[in-house]
């Protein structure tokens, strides 16, 4: 009975001594103390799986065309996020969100083509962010400035149109000059005159053309209905003049009207 009792100590210690079972490592990827890597297996969509302490996750050389509202679950120590070389196109606004510990995100050699900063508002941890090898033609400047840490920014290797569409864009570049990575390679694609001119090279005469009032569509719309709109009133208010002043010359000359009439009665 006593060796029964003992042999029970002995495998209850040896059960708490036992390591606590690792969390499940996706069936595509490699696992290691946090580093989740997932790259080159043909996914297309973000492995569900992923266990909450990952703190590094690649995703490189896959198949993801679309990032959507929730494709990542709850990683709040994620700190590096690896996505070059996919078929990207999209991102939804809320599909980073849950990532706030982010410091670094490659979305490189993609197909992302419009970009919006609400995609990027819940990375207010983020510090390093490679959009480069896109199909960005312009990129609101509100992208980079709605990220409080952005400490370098790498935008190499897109069709960048230099029209005066990509003003506020340079203009956010030459004050943030220390942010830029790569500048040698921030090249003009369009129009062909100034292909391959460095876009770091411009200067505020470069952009004199460019009318600093220059209207939006939504500014056309409002010219376009007040048009109308304005002329039609324009011409009620002349025939309600028009008519007034009728009516009042006809008052004038009513009494000289009525005093002829009393006088040819008298005679």
Sequence with gaps: MGCWRGASSVLA?????RPLPSPACPAA???SSGEVDCSAHALREVPRSLSANTSTLWLGYNFITVLGPGSFPA?????LLSLPHNRLGLIHRRALVGLGALQELDLSNNYL???????????TSLAVLNLGGNRLEELDPEVPQSLPQLRALLLQDNPWVCSCSILPLWRWLSHNREKVQEKSFLLCRFPEQLKNYPIMAFGNESFRQCQETSLSARHYITFLAIGPFSFVA????????????VVYHNLRREP????????????
């Design 13 to 17: 210690c040896l059960l708490l001594l």
């Design 29 to 31: 990827c490699r696992c």
């Design 113 to 123: 083509t419009v970009l919006t900063p609400e995609i990027f508002l819940p990375l």
């Design 75 to 79: 990683l709040p120590g994620l700190l």
């Design 256 to 267: 000289h009207f009525w005093r002829r009439l009393r006088i040819c009665r008298n005679h």
């Design 234 to 245: 324009s011409i009620f208010f002349c025939t309600l003049m028009g008519s007034i002043t």
